[in-house]
């Protein structure tokens, strides 16, 4: 506790000192502000306070996070054996064979990958980063602003060392936070799609043994055909997105269109600030880890997160349809697909810390009335139609086709027919022109020349009327 009648100036000694990375006794910690302070934890403090300051800038030490991650699926993790790797190679084999019978979407440039915990750690970090930058930039601005505006006049002029220290403690704590759910993630992770989101590089499949063993403990499933349907799953995930290159861009900016929303609670922050306690630093990670310090979404950001939702639902809608497909030989085939489907609704302890740290939950919500969606324009129009709604983003079914499939059908006959929608837009009309292969007409104040007329209302080629010329008028 810090002592009422401690002295300015020794105290404003005592920071300049820290602030400065010089050494300190924790003696003379005690004496100026009555805290009793380890001196073990005293060093390894200012050890850690000296390194961030010898490694310059403010950014957000992301090394820390994929450190921290690969330790803990290291720590657990096991190394992949003959055995699992000839077994899940030879079930995604099959699982390419049949799939090419339920999509038109092509198989992919490259092999797929059987890997460990801490190779899909490897392979994911830089997308975690790419999501998570958002949200831990606020929190380090935060802390600055709150150590700002709290701090005595008398200290203001120490205040630019001190921000830039606190910016480096919160996105330091960020980072660990992070890299701690990344790792437990891997250790729950099945499939490089198995989160919905694309964190693999393009166009690459993977399965991770260890976790499909653990999900497969104390199902009634022969591991043969759980193995066959959790590969006809990722290489179908892992062709959408190969072939719908704009899709990966998408789904991305989407999240972080979402986290770029979130700010601060600023009240809980400043109270965190007034009562905390350098022996017990945990508060701040623990504050970090449950959430604490996320406000309720903004309705801005609920109507990001409804856009996310969608879009989440309509890939994995997608995916569930063509792996049921690929799968009807398979005589677990639809208990398998209930397990994935349940096991997706209520995610895992990992995924749950996830939505705690960045404040997004990554649940398609809408999968089932999406997969409807999917069915029912397979059974309408068929495979290659339904597929060629991947081909561009404007293509893409939205939330009122999950709605009511029906209008989408509709649009659907009337293009393979060569018929004129009963209620197109503009959307549909440049859709047709697409597919005819035909030029979009132009656009803007030049339109009216592409289509014959100038400004005057006159063709191209006609010469201006003359106001003395009779005959012109």
């Known amino acids: 506790m810090e002592r009422d009648d401690a002295d300015p100036e020794d105290l404003q000694e005592l920071l300049r000192?820290?602030?400065?990375?010089?050494?300190?006794?924790?003696?003379?910690?005690?004496?100026?502000?009555?805290?009793?302070?380890?001196?073990?934890?005293?060093?390894?403090?200012?050890?850690?306070?000296?390194?961030m300051f010898e490694s310059g800038g403010d950014g957000i030490p992301w090394e820390l996070a994929a450190k921290q991650a690969a330790q803990i699926a290291q720590s657990g993790g096991h190394s992949v054996t003959d055995g699992q790797r000839t077994d899940l190679d030879h079930a995604l084999a099959l699982a390419d064979l049949w799939l090419g019978e339920a999509t038109t979407i092509s198989e992919l440039g490259q092999e797929p990958r059987v890997i460990t915990r801490a190779q899909w750690v490897e392979a994911t970090m830089p997308v975690w980063q790419e999501l998570a930058e958002p949200v831990a930039t606020s929190i380090a601005d935060a802390l600055t602003r709150t150590l700002e505006q709290q701090a005595p006049e008398e200290l203001a002029s120490m205040m630019q060392g001190a921000g830039r220290l606190m910016r480096q403690v919160g996105g330091s704590l960020f980072a660990t936070q992070l890299g701690h759910v990344v790792g437990r993630l891997s250790t729950e992770v099945v499939s490089g799609g198995d989160v919905g989101l694309p964190l693999m590089p393009p166009g690459e499949a993977t399965i991770v043994p260890q976790n499909f063993a653990d999900m497969g403990a104390g199902l009634e499933i022969d591991d043969d055909q759980l193995a066959i349907a959790t590969?006809?799953?990722?290489?179908?995930?892992?062709?959408?997105?190969?072939?719908?290159?704009?899709?990966?861009?998408?789904?991305?900016?989407?999240?972080?269109?979402?986290?770029?929303?979130?700010?601060?609670?600023?009240?809980?922050?400043?109270?965190?600030?007034?009562?905390?306690?350098?022996?017990?630093?945990?508060e701040l990670r623990e504050a970090l880890e449950n959430g604490a310090l996320l406000p309720s979404h903004s309705p801005a950001q609920r109507a990001a997160l409804e856009r996310l939702e969608n879009l989440l639902a309509t890939v994995e809608g997608w995916v569930d349809v063509v792996t049921q497909d690929a799968t009807a030989r398979l005589p677990k085939a639809a208990a398998i697909a209930e397990t994935v489907r349940r096991r997706r609704a209520a995610g895992g302890p990992a995924e749950q810390a996830l939505g705690s740290l960045v404040g997004l939950e990554l649940r398609p919500r809408r999968l089932r009335e999406a997969a409807a969606m999917w069915r029912a324009v397979t059974d309408a129009v068929g495979v290659e139609a339904r597929d060629a709604l991947w081909d561009?983003?404007?293509?893409?079914?939205?939330?009122?086709?999950?709605?009511?499939?029906?209008?989408?059908?509709?649009?659907?006959?009337?293009r393979s027919s060569g018929a004129v929608p009963s209620e197109s837009d503009d959307v549909d009309d440049a859709i047709a022109r697409i597919l005819a292969g035909e030029e979009p007409p132009a656009s803007g104040p030049d339109s009216d020349r592409a289509q014959g007329t100038g400004d005057d209302g006159t063709s191209p080629g006609t010469p201006p009327e003359d106001p003395d010329d009779p005959t012109a008028r």
């Open 17 to 51: 000192r820290l602030l400065g990375g010089g050494e300190i006794d924790p003696a003379e910690i005690e004496r100026v502000t009555g805290m009793k302070i380890d001196p073990a934890m005293m060093a390894q403090a200012m050890q850690q306070m000296r390194g």
């Open 392 to 414: 561009y983003p404007d293509f893409m079914p939205g939330a009122e086709d999950i709605d009511d499939p029906g209008a989408l059908i509709e649009r659907l006959r009337a």
């Open 231 to 282: 590969s006809v799953r990722e290489l179908a995930h892992a062709r959408l997105f190969r072939h719908a290159k704009w899709l990966r861009l998408h789904m991305i900016s989407q999240v972080t269109e979402f986290a770029r929303g979130i700010d601060i609670d600023t009240d809980a922050l400043e109270d965190l600030a007034s009562r905390f306690d350098p022996s017990r630093p945990e």
